[in-house]
C-alpha cells in the first residue's frame, strides 16, 4: 500500500499556484526577530484567501545559515530558531486542512561543514565509507572544466582540508562540501532523510543543485548520465511507497539540457524554467515578443505528466547565466545599472523595483505568469509589490521582513528594531508603512486585490495548467498573443487567447483568427463579450502594458 498524501489528484501540480516563502521571513510569534513556524501558521489563513494551493518553504533545517540553510547540518530536525518538529508537524497539518499542499527542499548535492558526516569524513581513513561520502582529490587539478557558480566569493571549486591532508570538492561555497554519489552509503542516507518528510505528510520536493550531484574528469560536471541515474533512483524510490508526490528540479541549464530531468516520465514531475524569465524582462524593456517567442521556440515538448515550473523572481539573483554575452550586458544596464544590485553576474532585486514600481508592467508580468504553460510560482512579498535593499550583503536584499502592517517591524516581530534578522524595507517608495498587507486589504484597487482575482480566474479554467500552447505571429512584434486549449471530458474545448501589449504605448494588432470565425471572444476578468470572430483579421487595440484574456466560446455558447 503506498502511503496517501494530502492530494487526491495524481496531477495535482498542474493546476498549483505555489507560493514560495522562507519561515524566517514571513512571522515571528515569540518576539526573537526571527520568523518561526507558529507565526507562518498564524498567516495561513492569509495564504488561503490569496488563493495559492501549495507553499514552497525554503530550507528550514538546522544549519550554520551561512547559506541561508541550503547549508544543512542535519537533515531530519527543524532549526530551532524556527520552532520544533512538533511546531512543523501542526503548520503541515494547518495548511493541509486548508487544501494547501507542501513543498520542501532535498538539498542532496552539498551538506554544511558542520553536518556530522563532513566532520567524521575528515577525520575518516582515506578510501573508508565515511570518508568517501564526499569527494577527496590529492590534486585541485581534477574537474577543470567545472564552472564556478559562485564567482564572487569562490576561486576554486577545491578547498584544502588541513585535516584530510586532502582537497575537497564544493560546487557552491567552500564551506559545502558535495556529497559523493559514487559511494552508495549517499543514497542511504539521502533515502532515509527523504522518507523521513514524506512519511510526515510533506506533498512535494524541489531537488536543489540538481544537476551537480556526479562529477567525472573532462567534462562540465553537470547533467551527466551517473547524475540521471540518481534522479531515477529517487523516483523510483517515491514511486514504490507514495502517492501523489511530486519531484521539481532545480537545474540551471538550457530548455534542451533540462528536457532530460523529466526522463520519459520517470525522473522530475517539475522542472523550473530558468531561460524564459531573463527573457520575459528583455522583452520587456525591448517591447519586443521575439526574446519570449524564441526562447519558447527553443522549448521542447515535455511528457504528459510533467510540467514547467514558471516563476518571475525568486530568493536567488535574477540569473543570467542562460543568456548571451550581448544580453548580460543589456540586461544589465536595463536593470541594475547600479553595480550594488548585482551578485555573480544576476541581479539581486524584487520584482516591483526591477519593473520601477510600474504598476502595469507588474501586472502585465504577472499575467504572463498566470497563462504561460506551467505551474506559476509566486515569491513572498511580490504580490504586494515589496520592494529590496541591496545595501545587503550576498542575496539579502530580496530575503527580508514580510510587511504586515505599519506597525513597528512591520507587524513582523514584537522585537527591538535592532533584533530583526534583517531590517525590514524602510525606503519611501516601498516601505512598510506604505507596502503593506494591511493597506492593501483595505485598499479596494491594491495590487494585492488584483492578485487574488487573477489567482482565482486562473483557477476557473484547466486550460492554463493543463492546455496546449501556441503563438500567434501578428506583425506587431510589440503584441505578443498565443492561444491555450484544452478538450474537456465532453468533447468540447476550452480555448482561451491571450493578448499583451509589452510596449509603453498604446498598440494595435491584427491577428488571423479565421481558424475560430464564429466563435464570439469573452473577456475574463468581466465577462465582456467582444466582437464575433470572422474571416476577417481581427483586430484589437490595446492600452500601454495592457493584456486581454478572452475566452473563444463557440457561437451561440450559453454563458457559464
Ligand atoms: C540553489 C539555491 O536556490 C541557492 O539559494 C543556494 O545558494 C544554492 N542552491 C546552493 O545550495
Ligand atoms: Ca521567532
Not at 98 to 119: A, C, G, Y
Not at 226 to 231: I, K
Not at 522 to 543: C, D, K, Q
Request: aromatic share 12%; net charge negative; glycine share 6%.
Amino acid at each position: 500500500m503506498k502511503k496517501p498524501a494530502s492530494a487526491t489528484d495524481p496531477l495535482w501540480y498542474k493546476s498549483a499556484i505555489i507560493y514560495e516563502l522562507h519561515v524566517r521571513a514571513f512571522s515571528d510569534s515569540n518576539g526573537d526577530g526571527i520568523g518561526d513556524f507558529p507565526g507562518l501558521i498564524s498567516r495561513l489563513d492569509y495564504l488561503q484567501d490569496l488563493g495559492i494551493t501549495c507553499i514552497w518553504l525554503l530550507p528550514f533545517f538546522p544549519s550554520p545559515l551561512r547559506d541561508d540553510g541550503y547549508d544543512i547540518s542535519n537533515y531530519v530536525d527543524v532549526n530551532p530558531s524556527y520552532g520544533t518538529l512538533d511546531d512543523f508537524k501542526s503548520f503541515l497539518k494547518g495548511a493541509h486542512q486548508r487544501n494547501i499542499q507542501v513543498m520542501i527542499e532535498l538539498v542532496i548535492n552539498h551538506t554544511s561543514d558542520q553536518h556530522p558526516w563532513f566532520k567524521a569524513a575528515r577525520m575518516a581513513p582515506a578510501g573508508s565509507p565515511q570518508r568517501e561520502m564526499y569527494v577527496w582529490s590529492k590534486t585541485d587539478q581534477l574537474y577543470k572544466d567545472a564552472s564556478i557558480i559562485f564567482t564572487d566569493t569562490e576561486k576554486s571549486n577545491w578547498t584544502w582540508d588541513e585535516t584530510a591532508k586532502a582537497f575537497y570538492w564544493h560546487r557552491f561555497f567552500s564551506h559545502q562540501p558535495d556529497l559523493n554519489f559514487d559511494n552508495p552509503l549517499v543514497m542511504e542516507e539521502v533515502l532515509k532523510a527523504m522518507r523521513f518528510w514524506l512519511d510526515m505528510g510533506v506533498d512535494a520536493l524541489r531537488m536543489d543543485a540538481i544537476a551537480y550531484l556526479v562529477e567525472r574528469d573532462g567534462t562540465s560536471c553537470q547533467n551527466l548520465p551517473e547524475t540521471h541515474a540518481v534522479v531515477k533512483r529517487i523516483r523510483a524510490a517515491i514511486d514504490a511507497e507514495y502517492a501523489n508526490r511530486f519531484m521539481l528540479a532545480e537545474a540551471n541549464e538550457s530548455p534542451a539540457d533540462v528536457r532530460p530531468y523529466f526522463g520519459d516520465g520517470d525522473e522530475c514531475q517539475m522542472a523550473f524554467h530558468f531561460p524564459l524569465m531573463p527573457r520575459i524582462y528583455m522583452a520587456l524593456r525591448q517591447e519586443d515578443s521575439l526574446p519570449i517567442t524564441d526562447v519558447m521556440a527553443q522549448t521542447p515538448a515535455i511528457p504528459d505528466n510533467c510540467q514547467w515550473g514558471l516563476f518571475l523572481r525568486n530568493h536567488d539573483e535574477l540569473t543570467l547565466a542562460l543568456v548571451s554575452e550581448d544580453e548580460r550586458d543589456y540586461m544589465h544596464i536595463a536593470y541594475s545599472n547600479d553595480p550594488r544590485m548585482r551578485v555573480n553576474g544576476g541581479i539581486r532585486r524584487r520584482l516591483a523595483p526591477l519593473v520601477d514600481n510600474n504598476r502595469g508592467r507588474i501586472e502585465l508580468l504577472n499575467s504572463l505568469l498566470l497563462s504561460f504553460p506551467g505551474t506559476p510560482i509566486l515569491y513572498y512579498g511580490d504580490e504586494i509589490g515589496m520592494g529590496d535593499n541591496i545595501y545587503l550583503g550576498d542575496r539579502n536584499g530580496v530575503r527580508t521582513p514580510m510587511q504586515w502592517n505599519s506597525d513597528r517591524n512591520a507587524g513582523f516581530s514584537r522585537c527591538d528594531p535592532a533584533r530583526l534578522y534583517l531590517p525590514v524595507v524602510m525606503d519611501p517608495i516601498y516601505g512598510y508603512q506604505v507596502v503593506n498587507v494591511e493597506a492593501e486589504l483595505s485598499d479596494q484597487s491594491s495590487l494585492l486585490h488584483w492578485m487574488r482575482k487573477m489567482i482565482a480566474l486562473r483557477k476557473l479554467f484547466q486550460v492554463f495548467g493543463c492546455g496546449s500552447f501556441s503563438f500567434l505571429k501578428p506583425a506587431n512584434r510589440k503584441v505578443l498573443a498565443y492561444l491555450r486549449d484544452i478538450e474537456r471530458g465532453d468533447g468540447s474545448h476550452e480555448t482561451v487567447l491571450c493578448v499583451a501589449n509589452l510596449s509603453r504605448f498604446a498598440q494595435p494588432v491584427a491577428l488571423d483568427l479565421s481558424a475560430y470565425r464564429g466563435a464570439e471572444p469573452v473577456e475574463m476578468l468581466g465577462y465582456v463579450p467582444f466582437p464575433t470572430i470572422t474571416e476577417a483579421p481581427y483586430v484589437l487595440t490595446l492600452a500601454p502594458y495592457s493584456f486581454f484574456w478572452l475566452e473563444l466560446q463557440p457561437p451561440n455558447a450559453k454563458p457559464a
